[in-house]
């Protein structure tokens, strides 16, 4: 056998014990005896769960949102200095969106007067687990709306204004 052939045959040798290792590592095979059956061990996914309660707080207003509550309906508690109000069910407008889950409720409302809403923008957070919390910013966006008999367009200016809330808190998983 001449050289040119031996280099060859110990590359394809080579080649051939490399292909059997990373098939071993591969399908992870555990196999104690040769006359044992193969076993081949499938990765493992985690499944991540949508976070269904948020707490959340920042310039002087605090928020709570569950999706979900003992009684199947969602709830959404709002606490600001002078004011304290907790919405459940259709009293909580949702709205799905590119940038995330809008939820409207109304705080106060004086007829032929003026309409205050609140909108929290909700980021979808998944948990690996109902035993996690992970961290969360966010932003709400209080709207009071100048109304009058005749609907809006009998209102001279601006209709509507806006005051950005920047929230920071945590997001989990809770089981009803």
């Given amino acids: 056998m001449n050289f040119p052939k031996l280099r060859f045959h110990s ?3 080579l080649a051939l ?4 290792v990373f098939f ?8 104690a005896h040769p006359s044992d059956p193969i076993i081949v061990q499938q990765p493992t996914m985690i499944r991540l769960q949508r976070a269904n309660t948020f707490e959340l707080q920042g310039e002087g207003v605090r928020i709570t949102y569950s999706a979900t509550s003992i009684n ?3 709830e959404l508690r709002y606490q600001a200095l002078q004011r304290q109000r907790t919405f459940r069910g259709s009293e909580i407008r949702s709205t799905e969106t590119e940038i995330g889950q809008l939820l409207t409720v109304t705080l106060e409302q004086v007829p032929d007067l003026r309409m205050t809403t609140l909108t929290l923008l909700l980021p979808i957070v998944n948990l690996p687990n ?8 966010t932003s709400a966006i209080e709207t009071a709306q100048r109304t009058s008999i005749g609907g809006p367009d009998l209102v001279e200016g601006q209709v509507q204004t806006y005051r950005t809330l920047r929230l920071r808190g945590t997001a989990r998983l809770v089981k009803f």
């Fill in 72 to 74: 199947g309906e969602p």
């Fill in 130 to 137: 109902s035993n996690t919390q992970r961290p969360v910013q």
């Fill in 17 to 20: 014990c490399s292909l059997v």
């Fill in 24 to 31: 071993c590592i591969a399908t992870s095979i555990v196999s």
């Fill in 11 to 13: 590359l394809l040798i």
